[in-house]
């Protein structure tokens, strides 16, 4: 840790050649370092028992910084504590011995600071986040110790992290010192990786743990169709989320650079009950999502990207779009609108949608066709035939009245990924030079799915043009066109593919027309 003390002789070994080791601040080594992680935080219903879990938590890093000879028990020489079962009390007995004894000042880091306190918001218990956060409350008082230490010199700096800025705007006077930088400029590159950051790992990774770098440009359109897309100011880079790109490199490298069938860590997606205590009705969801995976974007307003907002503010119908994108959930499509960032969140929000809508996953409905597509002929157009008749069949009639073809491109992704993700990997509106292809599927490295990839275009049509489209024997030569420019550029730059293009018609739950061109 570039501020602790303790690593004075360390800096080169654990920061040389690096932009900190090159940019060393005026502050370097001169501080003591305290660690809290709110993360772990045992939840309760009473606030009693979640002060007394608070203090069972966060009392065992102020004794250890104390009393452990290799941290910094040589400053707290016949010092003792007034209540070594009190956070805060302990807390302020150390600052008020570094200020009479002129010691190193303290740099306090908290990760996760809200996590318990969202809970409190996601599980409904409203007026124990109240009590939590109002008054003389235990969490309040920590926080003005920790003002109150800033203020006499004793902290240098407390840094947090956290998910939302609720929590610190609602302890309001109790710590009011805090600055935001979630939006500064400055910092939106600060815990994710640029596409430089990103093509220099995914090259260290093909190098050490892979068959080299020749796979650059393969594995390279893989991570950025489900892991890139974040961007957190209008004029800001897209960015890929380091902890999700970190277990896929990770899964690559143990095995032996094979693609993993699962292309997220289950425990990293995003607790679907924030949604739900977000829209809080069924029919404030049901706009919501019509508007992302229909309209695929939400209007916001760049003023209310503000730094802080309180818990009545974050709930505001108004707000959906900021909230969800403090959540991770959207991101920055410009400076008017946002958009689900990647594969891994339309999935959720499909989930959603599918669980609003009592859309069955029975597998009875869907793995015979999907069984057959493995182990026997390898024909996408019963697939299709299969999402038409038992996926959209179960949808009520109004639904293909605002539906379009971002929401066909969609749900068909998402119901060919339970059942292929071992067989390929999808994009959805992948950028190609001639435009953006509906769905793409290609088949995985090492896999006997592997060089074929399949371009699928779709047209979505209402109910009126339902005799129409039912009459037609051929696609429109319009659409043949366009499906075999993308499937051109794809070959141009993996010449080794073996492409299969797709015109699909759909006339709202009514006809679906399926052609391979």
Known sequence: MSYDINEACRFEALYGGTYIGSHP??????????????????????????????????????????????????????????????????????????????????????????????????????????????????????????????????????????????????????????????????????????????????????????????????????????????????????MFNSTILTYFFKKFAVNNGDIPQEMIDENLRTDIGWIRRLTQTLENAQEMLDALLIDDELIYSVSDLRSKFNKKKFFDKQFYPVSLYYLGMTTLKNSFKMSLPNLTMRSIFMDYFNEMNRISSDARKYAPVYEQFVYGDRQLEPLIMNYFTEYLGQLPAQVFDKMNENFIRCSFFELCSRYLSACYTFAVEQNLPSGRADLVLTGMPNTTYHNDCRVVEFKYCKAGEAVRIDALTTPAEADVTQVSAYAADINRQFPTYRMRKYVVYIAAGKVCKVWEV
Request: net charge negative.
């Open 25 to 238: 601040t005026a502050g370097r080594n001169q501080y003591m370092v305290l660690r809290f992680n709110f993360s772990t935080m045992v939840m309760s219903d009473d606030i009693a028992r979640l002060e007394e879990n608070f203090n069972y938590l966060n009392c065992g890093p102020i004794y250890e910084m104390v009393r452990n000879k290799n941290r910094y028990a040589r400053y707290f020489e016949n010092f003792s504590f007034s209540n070594e079962h009190n956070a805060t009390s302990m807390l302020d007995d150390v600052l008020t011995r570094i200020k009479a004894g002129e010691l190193p000042r303290l740099y306090i880091l908290i990760d996760e600071y809200d996590n318990f306190t969202n809970q409190l918001l996601t599980t409904f218990k409203d007026p124990l986040y109240e009590n939590v956060t109002t008054g003389d409350s235990f969490l309040r008082s920590f926080f003005k110790t920790i003002k109150k230490g800033v203020d006499e010199g004793s902290i240098n700096t407390c840094f947090c992290t956290g998910v939302l800025p609720v929590t610190m705007d609602d302890l309001t006077s109790g710590y009011n010192i805090a600055e935001i930088l979630t939006l500064a400029p400055n910092f939106t590159e600060m815990l994710g990786f640029n596409h430089d950051e990103a093509a220099t790992y995914l090259r260290y990774v093909l190098r050490n743990y892979g068959s080299g770098e020749e796979r650059f440009d393969e594995i390279w359109t893989l991570i950025l169709n489900n892991y890139d897309g974040y961007r957190f100011l209008p004029d800001a880079r897209p």
